[in-house]
């Protein structure tokens, strides 16, 4: 055999090699890319993302779409040639899978953690943008969890609307702990509740809770991890996790499937807001945007900002509503005809849009400025 073919053929087979080999040979690396946009103005699927009954709105142009990203799931484990691949396209991003899975998480478990962060952004995104129309809102303490096997099982329950703890009324979540701890293992606590079903029967007739009961526990040590022996003699626990509920004077439901996260919420809030007064908040413009929202309106920073910008200029958005941490990183590598619109609240983004919607663009508040 000539020498130039079988350096040929041993190049050739080397190449093969690598090739089966980068194939093969896993990486502890995960992607990220674009994912789908939605107008929270229109549908998806078929049917309206927002869908408000028992009281007026109105129809809304334009797009307020919310973004999203695709990850690799948590059980999938890269090869050499995806990972090289990933670094080398511009609209990915190959990351350590640690920092999208952290603690081991199971494919499972990150559903699962997603899609109460989904509920959850939800939640406030509803109480947020009615806040911003000044449309009461009640809220309420509630048993969120009750740990298996604690003095709580089958005495309380999700759901329960704490009134009281010992007689003391409670206004937020951290009260309930708080009074917990003011007694040493062993002890009892006596809460003031209304059940669960009573609570849900109320809300569903637009009526305030009746029916309030006592339930006294005995309480237990916390475990040495969780600060049990911080004094030499224990903190109480009941083995529950306070939460909010609130009651809306009328039902707004968001539909829509296969979407995880908190990172929706501003969105979904300035959907609300739209549909819920007269004209349209962009204008009839395309913006899209993203950020957390907590009940008093403030937005918060996300994941993979720059893959959202990619997926919504490909969309087709002319404005990007940026929460204020992420500013930085979006302005580092933002996609030509996009124009970042940087916002802290939900009162800054109404406000912006109101500058969109009259063309006074030139003032909006941008990434690159404080």
């Not at 990203?69 to 090869?79: E, L, P, Q, S």
């Not at 708080?178 to 003031?192: A, I, M, N, Q, S």
């Not at 609570?199 to 009746?210: C, D, N, T």
Request: aromatic share 4%; net charge negative.
């Amino acid at each position: 055999m000539p020498r130039r073919t079988a350096t040929m053929l041993a190049s050739t087979l080397v190449l093969i090699a690598l090739l089966c080999a980068g194939v093969l040979i896993k990486v502890p690396y995960a992607e990220m890319s674009p994912g789908p946009t939605v107008n929270t103005l229109g549908e998806a699927r078929g049917e309206p993302v927002l869908q408000i009954s028992g009281r007026k709105t109105y129809p809304a142009s334009g797009h307020l779409n919310m973004t999203t990203v695709r990850v690799t799931g948590a059980d999938y484990r890269m090869n050499i040639v995806e990972a090289v691949y990933g670094w080398l396209v511009h609209d990915s991003v190959v990351v350590p899978h640690d920092t999208l899975y952290p603690d081991g998480k199971t494919e499972e478990q990150s559903t699962q953690e997603n899609a109460e962060e989904f509920s959850q952004s939800q939640e406030s995104a509803k109480v947020a943008a009615l806040k911003e129309l000044k449309i009461p809102v009640s809220t309420q303490v509630v048993v969120s969890t009750v740990v298996k096997g604690s003095p709580s099982e089958d005495k309380l329950h999700a759901g329960d609307v704490i009134k009281a703890v010992d007689g003391t009324a409670v206004k937020e979540p951290g009260d309930v702990a708080k009074l917990v701890t003011e007694h040493r293992p062993g002890e009892d606590v006596t809460f003031t509740i209304v059940p669960a079903k009573e609570a849900a029967a109320a809300e569903k007739a637009g009526r305030a809770a009746e029916g309030s009961e006592q339930v006294t526990i005995k309480t237990a040590k916390a475990p040495a991890e969780d600060g049990g022996e911080e004094d030499g003699k224990g903190r109480a626990i009941v083995g529950i996790r306070a939460g909010t509920d609130h009651t809306f004077p009328f039902e707004i439901d968001i539909k829509l499937a296969d979407v995880g996260g908190p990172s929706a919420g501003l969105m979904f809030s300035l959907g609300i807001i739209d549909k819920l007064t007269p004209g349209d908040l962009t204008g009839g413009k395309f913006v899209a945007g993203t950020g957390t929202i907590d009940d008093t309106g403030k937005v918060g920073p996300i994941g993979g900002i720059n893959m959202k910008l990619v997926g919504a200029r490909d969309a087709g958005a002319r404005y990007f509503l940026t929460p204020d941490d992420n500013c930085a990183s979006a302005a580092a590598d933002t996609p030509s005809g996009l124009t970042l619109v940087r916002v802290k609240t939900i009162d800054d983004a109404t406000k912006s849009l109101e500058q969109i919607r009259a063309g006074r663009t030139a003032g909006l508040p941008s990434c690159s400025t404080g």
